[in-house]
């Protein structure tokens, strides 16, 4: 059992650390601010997104998994790699799937060469879904609308270098992002792309890119 004196001093030193959540810290540190921010805003996404979750019936990852089906490659709508997507369990995928079958949302393509893995692919009630379920990030999309192109530019740049940076510290698992891939190089200081031969602004770099292939 910790002494009084003991217990004093440690909890002085739980105190005395630095912690991104605590305003008086993020008074005197900005990228404290931004932290908040960034987490403020992917509230206001989990916000939205429950929103039109409980409208349909449906889990906020079932309306992704179905969002996510509709604008990707069809290799990449598989349990495994979802899971990855998604950054969560296979299990947790593999139940979405079976509601999503239940009720008559998706499809499965069981033609891989394994026979335990299966594609999914949108039935056509699943399309109907997707389109009344896309635009529920619309409100911060307006709201990003208001905000001067040139500023807009400045956080994309800032934004999509967060990303690559968290990505090659394993935080993100997945990316399809221009700084990853194999066609992206450097013209000098401009970002250049061998697989469309053509200089990229900055505001060119795609984020979700569907012509992606990773860098050996």
Known sequence: MLTLPVEYARQALFFMKKSIFDPEEQQYDLSSKIIAGLER???AFKVLLWEKAKQLGLSPIQIQILIFVAYHKNEFNNVSFLAREFNVTKPTISDAIRVLDQKGLILKDHSSPDSRSYSIFLSDKGKEIVGETDDFANPVASQLNNIPADDRENMFKVLSKLIFDLNQKGILTVQRT?????????NGKQHYCHLLEKELKHTDIRLDCIEFEEKS
Do not use: E, L, P
């Open 41 to 43: 805003v992917s509230q």
């Open 178 to 186: 221009c700084f990853a891939c194999r066609f992206h190089g450097k």
